[in-house]
């Protein structure tokens, strides 16, 4: 028997659809990923590569925003689960400011 997940957020959880730049704060180099929901201070997103980071880990994400420019989010990762293969969902806490 499949086990129901438990809802941790205290925010709405929102979908989303959209490339994204992500990079450890240690890391040299942005990776690609693709945002898949977000909350009031959490998102959650796609990740293809076989370098995990860990839990508690700072990073920086840029999304692109409604007018075309982008904005810099920092946090950190809250969760890593293995999707398939090489792609893992990586959860995440980010500072909302200047969020619109």
Same mark, same amino acid.
């Given at each position: 028997?499949?086990?129901?997940? !438990? #809802?941790?957020?205290?925010?709405?959880?929102?979908?989303?659809?959209? &490339? $994204?730049?992500?990079? *450890?704060?240690?890391?040299?180099?942005?990776?690609? %990923?693709? &945002?898949? #929901?977000?909350?009031? !201070?959490?998102? %959650?997103? &796609?990740?293809?590569? +076989?370098? $995990? *980071?860990?839990?508690?880990? *700072?990073?920086?994400? &840029?999304? +692109?925003?409604?007018? %075309?420019?982008?904005?810099? #989010?920092?946090?950190?990762?809250?969760?890593?689960?293995?999707?398939? #293969?090489?792609?893992?969902?990586?959860?995440?806490?980010? +500072?909302?400011? %200047?969020?619109?």
């Amino acid at each position: 028997m499949k086990s129901q997940a !438990v #809802e941790r957020r205290k925010s709405k959880r929102k979908r989303a659809s959209s &490339l $994204i730049w992500w990079k *450890p704060s240690a890391a040299k180099y942005m990776q690609q %990923g693709w &945002l898949i #929901e977000r909350s009031g !201070v959490s998102v %959650g997103f &796609l990740y293809r590569g +076989n370098t $995990i *980071p860990r839990q508690a880990t *700072p990073f920086t994400m &840029l999304t +692109n925003t409604h007018d %075309g420019s982008y904005l810099v #989010e920092e946090g950190f990762i809250s969760r890593i689960e293995h999707v398939h #293969e090489d792609v893992r969902f990586i959860g995440a806490t980010v +500072n909302t400011a %200047g969020r619109t």
